[in-house]
C-alpha cells in the first residue's frame, strides 16, 4: 500500500501527551522507528505503552503533541494509518465461535484483502501459524500459542509495513513466547517494521532498539547493548548464598556497596570497586555464619538496567 510523504521513519512522534483527566498517561514521548527495524516499548504494566500505541494506531488522538505512522498524521488521517498497520493485543482480538479458517476469512474482509488474493492469504497464515490441521478445529479449544500466532497472521492478512503488537505474549508459556519471536523475526526479514511492547525483561534482548518507559515517560533509548554499556559504572556482583534475606540485612549501608537486589534465587548486588568488594562481602557474611556457594562480576542484564533507570528517574525533582 502507498505510505504518505514522510522522512523514511515508518514511525516517529514528537513531544506526545496524553491526558485523561488530571492523569497523564503518556508524558512528552518522541520516537522515531526505521523501516524494517524491531522496535520494543519495555516497561511495567501501567507504564503507557499501551496508550502510545493506541494513539499510534489511529485509536486515540492525542492531547499534545505530533507523531506520524508510515508517513500520516495521527490527527488528521487515521483512517490511512489503519490501511496501513496490522494490530495485535494480548487479547488477541479473535473470535471464540469462529473456526480458524472463519477467522481468517472474517478478517479478510475486515481489511479489504481482495477476493481473487484470499485464498492464498489464507494459506498462507495457515502454514505460518502451523494450522493447517487445525483449520476446522473452534478457536475457543485451540491452547494459548495457537491462539496467538492465529491472532498474529490475522494482523497480517492485508500485508501491512507496520504492524503494532500489544503485550502479544503475556499468558502464554515460555515456548511458545519464543516461537513467536521467531515468526517475528522472519517479518522482519521481509521488510515489516514491528513495534513490540512488552514488560517481559528477557524478551527486551531480541529487539533491534527499545525504549524503557516507566510513568508515561522514556526514560531510556537505544540498542539493548547500548543500554547495558550505559550502567557500566554499576558494576555488578551475582551472590548465592544459604540465606538470602540474611545476606541483604548484613551488607545493606555498607562502604562500597550501593544497593542490593533479589534476582532469581541469589542477590544482585552494585559495587563501587569489584576487586575490593568481593573480599569485603565474603568477610561481612562470614562473620553472620552465612555459607556462599557463588560471588562473582556479572555484565548487566535488562532487568538490572531497568531498575537502574528507574532508580535514577526517582531521584529526580518531581
Request: net charge negative.
Amino acid at each position: 500500500m502507498p505510505e504518505g510523504n514522510g522522512n523514511g521513519f515508518a514511525v516517529e512522534t514528537h513531544d506526545l501527551v496524553k491526558r485523561f483527566g488530571d492523569f497523564i498517561a503518556v508524558d512528552r514521548v518522541s520516537l522515531e522507528v526505521t523501516r524494517g527495524e524491531i522496535f520494543g516499548f519495555l516497561g511495567p504494566n501501567g507504564a503507557g505503552k499501551s496508550t502510545t500505541i493506541r494513539i499510534l494506531c489511529g485509536l486515540l488522538e492525542p492531547t499534545e503533541g505530533a507523531a506520524r505512522v508510515a508517513g500520516y498524521d495521527v490527527r488528521t488521517q487515521p483512517e490511512q494509518i489503519k490501511q496501513n498497520i496490522g494490530y495485535m493485543s494480548q487479547k488477541f482480538s479473535l473470535y471464540d465461535d469462529l473456526t480458524v479458517e472463519e477467522n481468517i476469512d472474517f478478517f479478510s474482509g475486515i481489511y479489504g484483502v481482495a477476493e481473487e488474493r484470499r485464498p492464498e492469504r489464507r494459506d498462507y497464515v495457515l502454514r505460518m501459524a502451523g494450522l493447517t490441521e487445525r483449520r476446522t478445529s473452534m478457536t475457543r479449544l485451540l491452547a494459548g500459542g495457537w491462539k496467538q500466532r492465529l491472532a498474529l497472521g490475522c494482523a497480517i492478512l492485508h500485508e501491512p509495513p507496520i504492524l503494532f503488537l500489544d503485550e502479544p505474549t503475556s499468558g502464554v508459556d515460555p515456548i511458545a513466547r519464543r516461537t513467536f519471536w521467531e515468526l517475528i523475526y522472519q517479518l522482519s526479514a521481509a521488510g515489516h517494521t514491528i513495534f513490540v511492547s512488552t514488560h517481559y525483561m528477557d524478551e527486551a534482548e531480541y529487539c533491534h532498539r527499545l525504549a524503557l518507559m516507566y510513568r508515561g515517560k522514556v526514560i531510556a533509548l537505544g540498542t539493548p547493548a547500548a543500554l547495558k554499556q550505559s550502567i557500566e559504572s554499576h558494576h555488578l556482583l551475582h551472590l548465592e548464598s544459604a540465606d538470602v534475606l540474611g545476606s541483604m540485612k548484613a551488607l545493606a549501608g555498607r562502604p562500597g556497596i550501593l544497593d542490593t537486589a533479589v534476582f532469581g534465587g541469589g542477590l544482585h548486588v552494585t559495587v563501587q570497586d569489584p576487586p575490593s568488594a568481593i573480599p569485603q562481602i565474603r568477610a561481612l557474611l562470614g562473620a553472620q555464619h552465612i555459607p556462599i556457594s557463588q560471588l562473582e562480576a556479572i555484565q548487566p542484564s535488562m532487568e538490572d538496567v531497568f531498575v537502574a533507570m528507574i532508580e535514577q528517574e526517582e531521584k529526580k525533582p518531581q
